[in-house]
């Protein structure tokens, strides 16, 4: 262990926090609640932090290579200007907003919006890549849900559509089931991974 | 006279001198010898003047020694004439049996060692009247004499009964006869005179009668080691000669028992006669309490009556050995036959292996005790451990059969195996390199005289060519074969090769252009267009209860509004959310924005603008809703929020950054559980899930609404079915905020979003459905082709 004492900080905290949840000890309570907001503050310090270090990412890339460093320099430059009008004028007000509703809102959609061609062109090109009796569940299953999500010019097949119809009960039944087992693994992965961090055997925070 | 020479360090010293000027050792006597004046000039050691004292009392022990082991020769070989002897082994014998002669003519019966002789009167002794004078008499040829002159005379029946060793059955007739002779002479004699001179004494026995032993023992204190082990073999070879003499001591306990009072017992002790010896034994506070032991155990051999009393004193380990010997006195033991224990196992074999008696034979299978007797020796096994010591160093150089040598034994056969594992050339360059070395003799320092004790440069004597081999590889036409094929492999793998070149239009950007093209002609024209043909989806479970969730609040509520996605599902989100939001502000509630992604504050305040701007109202910020921010800090975040959200939040996101936990509506805040409602806004099933583990159980019975995406549905769907129910409502996708539009068809001005996007969305998503259904019958239709060009050229090979 390279680093105990960082080690024994991160499980005693972690061990406070934990016995607040089961004793409700005022004590406890207190202690965890001030723990909580700490690492909220810290979560906060380490966002800008983040920030700082892209800007100087960028920064080294733009001094050791000019002229492959465009992009670097859109960066930097947009992340100053973000920076100066939300500064001057407020996050919420109406320019930082004017600038992420015009700006960033219309990019990442259209990125979205590529995913419709892309996916359309993945499930028509699917059974030529691999054609075997699950590709052919997987396109059928996608294909009833689409049918069923929305109705063909308002003409609602009595079997597809409805809470007793087709794509009521494949979304419900083996979707959620599916959903619901995920679920448990998240679970039960969150808890190893919180008891192997309580007794130091992972260490995230490095050492 | 010329300078003395040390006998402990073997420096020269002045004559003048009587200790060491080096090593402080004595270089004369106590005792000073006085010169033999019976000893015949021409008997003398013709070396004796060039010899030191020490040296000739060394040589005179010698003698005696042969004296007293001839017997055990006599019988097996002749001695050495004395034209085959070296010379100074035929002076050392010359002097050795002019000592004896001597001793056997003048010494008398009763002579012991304490001085406290008794002189036998010369009648009583034949062999001293029958020797010749100066006639020259082998030892060995007088002790035949006498032995002979023994058993001529007739035994005594009452000496016999009177005898100290009660069981003579292990006993030789000769040695029964000296007894009995020597209780007659016992009976018989008068006080003994002591001889003017010692004439056919050595010279240690010499300076024992010249009435200074008592020195002579105190000195042996401060001699080295091996000088007191000579001296205890000098007191065992009188005694042995004593009892040659016709002793009444016939024993060797006896003798042995005399040997340990010459050295222990103090000057009275050694005047007494020997008899006084074995009845009286010293004072237990000037011997050792182990000598004294041993003393008084072999008294007992000589006399029973005082067995008991001594072995009292005695360890366990001596008195078992006294009883051992107690219970047959008149028996000598072989060495090798007595009882366990008495000797140790190791010092027996080494015995027996010295003097070559195998271990087969020395357990007594068949052999008389009389003969291993006489092959063994009287004394080993019941002399001290030193004394036995000293005893079979004597028998070994005396001529004792040794063990065979190492030529009378078979040569061992080793298996094949073993025989290809010997390393013979090592073996062979070994002895080859040894040969000189061992050659060597040193010839000066502590190993001078010694054999290849110290190598001269093993190493380099060591030091051989090393072996050659040939490093050519041996292959054969097939692996030669296979190493050139291997060989153009490797080589053609580094040849670069033309990249074929691709045609600038594939399929895949056909059918991707053709995708795109579909899609957004159809979405292009409903939405230029305005058709709102398609009917909205109907009343969905989930939105009836999140409507009636809303419905029941109370008037005014104060609603936590959590804008959790990302910019890219702003289209999605907003069609899902405006009505429920609508609706809410139809109620007169207090909204509370915050956001656990940094992009949620700017997200938020354009939902809202997006919405007044549908509906023709205007939200005032602080006084009708307000931008609490971000939240950071993930899980960790939301559960802080949900305990403490003055803590976390503290300010609004306005141009003042008003405290506005202090103004009503929140003034009356101070958990989650505060809030009369919580919706959350999100396209992900991670966020959605934090805030359904860390923040609803904060909430109690307030309700928690989720509003999600399309793909966030399917894995938030298990928390609104449970029972409870962790989501009281939920509102998915644009089917969702569709079916939420329909059931309030006054919100938003009558048309919103999720309205106005409907029938494109319809439209295109039968559109998809459409290109995957072509898509995949032409890939199944390709697929059988290739599959019936296949058969067919099958069939044509």
Redesign the interface.
């Known amino acids: 262990m390279k680093a105990p004492v960082s080690t024994a900080i991160a499980i005693g905290v972690g061990l406070v926090v934990l016995l607040g949840y089961f004793i409700p000890i005022p004590l406890l309570t207190n202690l965890r609640?001030i723990l909580?907001?700490w690492?909220?503050?810290?979560?906060?310090v380490a966002?800008f932090v983040g920030v700082a270090n892209l800007f100087l990412v960028h920064w080294r890339k733009i001094s050791r290579a000019p002229t492959g460093g465009v992009y670097s320099l859109v960066l930097i430059i947009s992340l100053g200007a973000t920076l100066v009008v939300g500064g001057l004028?407020?996050?919420?007000?109406y320019w930082?907003?004017w600038i992420?509703?015009n700006i960033?809102?219309p990019?990442?959609?259209s990125?979205?919006a590529l995913l419709?061609?892309v996916l359309?062109?993945a499930?028509?090109?699917?059974?030529?890549r691999r054609?075997n009796v699950f590709t052919i569940v997987f396109?059928a299953t996608?294909?009833i849900v689409?049918?069923g999500?929305?109705?063909?010019?308002?003409i609602e097949v009595p079997f597809l559509y409805?809470?007793t119809g087709l794509r009521s009960l494949l979304?419900?039944i083996p979707?959620?089931a599916?959903?619901?087992g995920?679920?448990l693994g998240?679970a039960l992965g969150a808890i190893a991974t919180g008891l192997r961090v309580l007794m130091g055997v992972d260490r995230p925070y490095g050492g | 006279m010329a300078e003395v020479r040390c006998p402990m360090c073997g420096k020269p010293n002045p004559p003048e001198v009587d200790t060491c000027q080096f090593c402080q050792a004595r270089l004369k006597p106590l005792v000073a010898p006085e010169p033999s004046e019976s000893t015949p000039p021409d008997q003398a050691p013709a070396a004796d003047d060039s010899m030191s004292d020490w040296l000739s009392s060394l040589r005179d022990s010698g003698a005696q020694e042969d004296i007293e082991h001839e017997p055990v020769e006599d019988n097996q070989s002749l001695p050495m004439s004395g034209s085959d002897m070296p010379d100074w082994l035929d002076s050392l014998r010359g002097s050795s049996e002019a000592g004896v002669s001597a001793f056997l003519a003048e010494s008398t019966p009763e002579g012991s060692l304490t001085g406290e002789k008794t002189s036998g009167a010369e009648g009583e002794w034949p062999l001293a009247a029958e020797l010749p004078d100066q006639e020259y008499v082998p030892e060995w040829l007088a002790k035949v004499e006498l032995e002979q002159k023994l058993l001529d005379e007739p035994a005594s029946p009452e000496a016999a009964e009177e005898g100290i060793a009660g069981g003579p059955e292990g006993e030789p007739e000769w040695l029964l006869k000296v007894r009995s002779k020597r209780e007659e002479d016992i009976a018989d004699s008068a006080p003994l005179e002591i001889p003017p001179a010692d004439a056919g004494l050595p010279e240690w026995l010499a300076q024992s009668n010249a009435g200074e032993p008592l020195e002579s023992e105190a000195s042996s204190n401060n001699v080295s080691g091996w000088l007191t082990k000579l001296r205890r073999g000098q007191a065992l070879d009188e005694t042995v000669q004593e009892a040659d003499a016709g002793e009444e001591v016939a024993a060797p306990e006896v003798s042995v028992e005399e040997t340990v009072h010459i050295e222990a017992a103090p000057v009275e002790a050694a005047e007494e006669t020997t008899t006084a010896h074995a009845e009286e034994p010293a004072p237990e506070g000037e011997i050792p309490d182990w000598l004294a032991g041993l003393v008084a155990g072999k008294a007992v051999v000589s006399a029973q009556e005082n067995i008991e009393t001594d072995a009292e004193g005695l360890p366990d380990w001596l008195a078992d050995l006294d009883k051992s010997s107690s219970q047959e006195p008149g028996v000598i033991v072989p060495f090798g036959e007595e009882e366990p224990g008495l000797t140790f196992d190791w010092l027996q074999e080494q015995v027996r292996a010295d003097q070559g008696i195998p271990i087969s034979a020395a357990a007594g299978a068949g052999e008389p005790e009389e003969l291993e007797a006489e092959k063994v020796g009287p004394f080993v096994g019941d002399l001290s451990d030193f004394l036995e010591e000293e005893y079979l160093t004597a028998s070994e150089t005396e001529g004792v059969p040794t063990a065979q040598s190492g030529e009378d034994l078979a040569p061992a056969e080793l298996p094949n195996w073993l025989e290809a594992m010997r390393p013979l050339g090592a073996a062979a360059l070994g002895a080859a390199a040894m040969g000189d070395v061992e050659a060597q003799i040193e010839s000066s320092g502590p190993l001078a005289g010694l054999r290849g004790v110290v190598p001269a440069e093993p190493d380099i004597a060591r030091l051989m060519k090393p072996a050659t081999y040939t490093i050519r590889l041996q292959v054969s036409d097939t692996q030669q074969a296979n190493a050139t094929k291997l060989e153009g492999l490797v080589k053609a793998e580094g040849v670069t090769r033309p990249v074929p070149g691709r045609p600038a239009i594939t399929s895949?950007h056909v059918?991707?252009a053709i995708?795109?093209a579909v899609?957004i002609g159809v979405i292009f024209w409903k939405a230029f267009t305005g058709s709102q043909?398609?009917?909205l989806?109907?009343l969905l479970?989930e939105v009836l209860d999140t409507s009636a969730i809303i419905d029941g609040l109370p008037a005014n509520p104060v609603v936590l509004l959590a804008v959790d996605y990302?910019?890219?599902?702003?289209?999605e989100m907003e069609a899902t959310s405006s009505a429920l939001i609508d609706h809410l502000i139809l109620k007169g509630a207090y909204l509370a924005l915050v956001s656990t992604t940094?992009?949620g504050?700017?997200?938020g305040?354009?939902l809202l603008?997006n919405i007044g701007t549908l509906n023709g109202f205007q939200y005032q910020?602080i006084s009708q809703y307000a931008?609490l921010?971000?939240?950071?800090?993930?899980s960790?975040?939301l559960?802080?929020f949900a305990?403490?959200p003055r803590?976390?939040t503290p300010y609004a996101?306005?141009?003042n950054s008003t405290y506005v936990w202090g103004q009503a509506p929140l003034q009356r805040v101070q958990t989650i559980s505060d809030f009369d409602l919580v919706a959350v806004l999100t396209e992900d099933a991670d966020k959605a899930?934090a805030w359904i583990e860390q923040v609803q159980p904060k909430m109690e019975s307030k309700p928690l609404v989720m509003v999600l995406s399309?793909q966030a549905?399917?894995?938030v769907?298990?928390y609104y079915?449970g029972n409870p129910k962790l989501v009281a409502g939920m509102v998915a996708?644009l089917?969702g905020g569709g079916s939420y539009e329909s059931a309030h068809p006054n919100l938003l001005g009558g048309i919103g979003p999720a309205r106005r996007y409907w029938d494109a969305?319809?439209?295109?998503?039968?559109v998809?459905?459409v290109?995957?259904?072509?898509?995949?019958v032409?890939?199944?239709s390709?697929?059988a082709v290739k599959n019936r060009k296949g058969e067919e050229g099958g069939k044509a090979k």
Not at chain 1, 149 to 154: D, K, V
Request: charged fraction near 15%.
């Open positions: 609640g909580v907001g690492a909220v503050i810290l979560a906060a966002l004028f407020g996050a919420a007000s930082p907003v992420f509703k960033q809102m990019v990442e959609t990125l979205i419709a061609v359309t062109y499930a028509a090109r699917l059974l030529r054609l396109l996608a294909l689409l049918l999500t929305a109705p063909i010019f308002g409805g809470e979304t419900q979707a959620v599916g959903a619901r995920i679920l998240v | 895949q059918w991707r995708i795109f899609l043909d398609i009917p989806p109907a479970p990302e910019p890219g599902y702003a289209g940094p992009n504050v700017a997200l305040e354009d603008q910020e931008n921010g971000y939240i950071s800090g993930g960790s975040g559960l802080g305990e403490a803590q976390i996101l306005d141009v899930r399309a549905e399917p894995m769907r298990p079915q996708g089917v969305f319809s439209l295109s998503m039968l998809v459905l290109l995957i259904a072509v898509g995949i032409v890939d199944l390709i697929s």
